[in-house]
C-alpha cells in the first residue's frame, strides 16, 4: 500500500525537465531573447521524450519565461530578466504597454475617415459627424507582435486640435498624453481567435490567439475621448491585476 502511495506522488518528469530548463535561463546559459534548441535537439539534449519536453516548455510558456513564434521556435522571454515596475492594469496607462511582455522598437501608425455608425455612436456615446478610425501595428525588431483600433469622434479631433497628418504628435497622444487628459478608463477583457488586419503586408504573430482589451478613455462624465480594441498576443500576454479585500 505504501508503495502505491509513494508512486502516485512521484514527481512528473516534465516537472524535473522543468526545474532543468528554468536553472539554465536563470544561469544566462539561454539569454535574452535567444532561441532555445529546437526540440529534437533540445529533448536529445535532455535525455527524453518530446512529449514530455512539450509539457516542460508549455509550463515555461504559462509562466511567461519563454514565448513559442510558430515557424520559429522558442525564445527566452526578456522580462524574465528585468525588474517590472509595479503598474498594474488598473492603472490609467496605456494598457499595451503594461500587459505585453514586450518593449517595442517601434510603433506605426495610420488614420481613414469613416461615417458614423449605429456601432460608433455606442461605443462613442454620442452622435458625430464623422469620425476616425485609428490603426497601431507594435513592432519587435520585423515582427507585428501587436495591434490597436481605435474610433475618435471628429468632434473630439476638433476639440484638442489634433493635427491628423502629423504622425509624431497623433502617436504620442494616443500612446500617452490621451492617458494625461483622462480622468478615468473602462477596461473589458475578452479572448478572440479573430484578429485581423486589413491593408496589411505583415500579419500580426499570434492573432488567432488573442487576449482583447476594449478600452473607453474619458475626460469627462459624459462620453469617452476615444475607444480602444487592443490585441495582445496570449503568447506574449502579461495581465495583473490587483485583489483587495
Known amino acids: 500500500m505504501k508503495k502505491n502511495i509513494s508512486n502516485k506522488l512521484k514527481r512528473p518528469l516534465y516537472v524535473n525537465v522543468y526545474d532543468e530548463l528554468l536553472l539554465q535561463i536563470s544561469k544566462g546559459e539561454y539569454p535574452t531573447d535567444s532561441r532555445l534548441p529546437s526540440e529534437p535537439d533540445l529533448a536529445k539534449k535532455l535525455g527524453v521524450s518530446r512529449a514530455t519536453l512539450r509539457q516542460a516548455l508549455a509550463l515555461l510558456q504559462d509562466d511567461g519565461l519563454i514565448r513559442n513564434i510558430h515557424g520559429k521556435g522558442n525564445f527566452v522571454v526578456d522580462s524574465f530578466y528585468k525588474q517590472q515596475p509595479d503598474i498594474k492594469l488598473e492603472k490609467l496607462s496605456n494598457p499595451m504597454h503594461k500587459c505585453h511582455i514586450n518593449t517595442f522598437d517601434r510603433i506605426d501608425i495610420q488614420y481613414y475617415l469613416d461615417p458614423d455608425t449605429e456601432y460608433t455612436k455606442q461605443v462613442l456615446k454620442r452622435d458625430s459627424s464623422r ?14 507582435v501587436g495591434y490597436a ?3 475618435i469622434s471628429m468632434e473630439t479631433v476638433e476639440d484638442l486640435s489634433l493635427d491628423l497628418d502629423n504622425k509624431e504628435l497623433l502617436l504620442d497622444f494616443m500612446e500617452n498624453q490621451a492617458y494625461v487628459n483622462a480622468i ?3 477596461i473589458e477583457i475578452k479572448f478572440t481567435q479573430t484578429a485581423n488586419i486589413a491593408n496589411r503586408k505583415d500579419s500580426l504573430l499570434g492573432r488567432n490567439n488573442c487576449f482583447l482589451l476594449m478600452e473607453s478613455l474619458y475626460s469627462n462624465a459624459d462620453y469617452p475621448i476615444m475607444f480602444n480594441k487592443f490585441y495582445v498576443p496570449q503568447q506574449f500576454a502579461k495581465i495583473k491585476l490587483n485583489v483587495n479585500k
Open 131 to 144: 469620425v476616425v478610425a485609428i490603426d497601431r501595428f507594435y513592432y519587435k525588431g520585423n515582427d507585428l
Open 184 to 186: 478615468h478608463g473602462e
Open 149 to 151: 483600433f481605435t474610433f
